[in-house]
């Protein structure tokens, strides 16, 4: 078996991360349709080096393959980094990689998926991440998981001379209600 369902919606569902997918992430992580919406544009990956990361994301933290339920299908990934278990604060990170899947709610339904993990099982707070404004897609999809924005950090971006504002959002674990509780039998 390659993936494992971890927590599962209705189309897809969370799994650990299996390394001997290095090819396909490598794939996606050096696709500029992609990662211009993410920090990472500007680095490059080899095989080795993604693999490294992968085997390092796979055994520590709190990070996700996102699979489909009906083909078994690898479509991207998702986590939640900086877990402070103190203040029960963390930030989430997520990309489909296939992007056959975009606008089809399926980024919307790993992410709502990541926060039930996260408010139910980590006891998380708040959960923040960090979306450049010019990624309105994303930023939508977020809009319909419960994140606000917060804030902004202006001109942290630049491409091609042109500068952008990087969008501070979050949400509070009051303010999301998750499926994970109701496994537990009355
Ligand atoms: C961002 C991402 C995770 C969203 O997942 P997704 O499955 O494509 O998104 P969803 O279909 O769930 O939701 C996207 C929404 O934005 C809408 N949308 C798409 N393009 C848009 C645009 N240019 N302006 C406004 N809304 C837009 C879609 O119509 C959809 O809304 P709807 O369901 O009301 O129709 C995914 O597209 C992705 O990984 N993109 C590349 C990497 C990335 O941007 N990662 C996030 C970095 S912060």
Redesign the pocket.
Known sequence: MRYFKKIAGERVYLSPINVEDVEKYTEWVNDLD?TI??TLAPNIYSLEKEREALISLSKEGYNFAIVTLDKDELI?NCGLGNVNLIHRTAEAG???GNKD????????EAMKLLLDYGFNLLNLNNIM?R?LSF????I??YK?CGFKEIGRRREAVIIGNKKYDQIYMDILASEFKGKIPEKIEK
């Open positions: 992609i919406n993410l991207g997520i990309f489909i899947y975009w606008n089809k709610g399926y980024g919307t991440l979306v990624n309105k897609r994303a939508k999809s319909k």
